[in-house]
């Protein structure tokens, strides 16, 4: 793990890599090309790390597809993988950031997230597709907050 992550946006041709590595650890895949949603591919000076994607509604983002491959696990590279999404967001304006998992949440928590009722999501986010019906009732939703409420213009807690 050596060197800055750097965050690329994917190109449609892109995509099916993304789709592959999603669809193999058993992740939602089934709307990746469906306009709306931002992907990047994540690279350190080491080669390619993962991937990540966010779905923009107004100041609130919906946190999805964080993947790492299978050769770079373990090393630390997931939380460079979700942290490079989250400067993202913070880059696009963004204030607040929710997911829903149903194997990662304590991975999620250890970066800032927290437990988060699903009813206490915008509207907009709980009609993704991903909160309506590719992520089951019982995934774990999250929420992370970008800005810190008590703290002056653009401190953030994005590292």
């Known amino acids: 793990m050596t060197g800055p992550v750097t965050a690329t946006s994917l190109t449609e041709d892109e995509l099916p890599a993304l789709v592959t590595l999603l669809a193999s650890e058993g992740l939602p895949n089934e709307d990746v090309a469906t306009a709306g949603r931002r992907f ?6 080491d080669g390619h790390v993962g991937y990540g994607g966010l779905e923009l509604y107004e100041r609130d983002g919906l946190l999805r597809s964080v993947v790492v491959l299978p050769e770079r696990r373990r090393r630390g590279d997931g939380r460079r993988v979700a942290e490079a999404i989250c400067r993202e967001a913070v880059a696009l304006g963004l204030d607040r950031l929710w997911l829903l998992t149903t194997g990662a949440a304590g991975f999620f928590e250890r970066i800032g997230f927290t437990r988060a009722e699903r009813g206490d999501a915008p509207p907009a986010i709980r009609a993704s597709a991903q909160f309506a019906r590719l992520c089951p009732g019982s995934a774990a939703c ?8 008590a703290a002056g213009m653009g401190d953030q807690r994005c590292m």
């Open 142 to 149: 999250l929420r992370r907050d970008l800005t810190s409420p």
């Open 40 to 45: 990047w591919r994540l690279d350190d000076p």
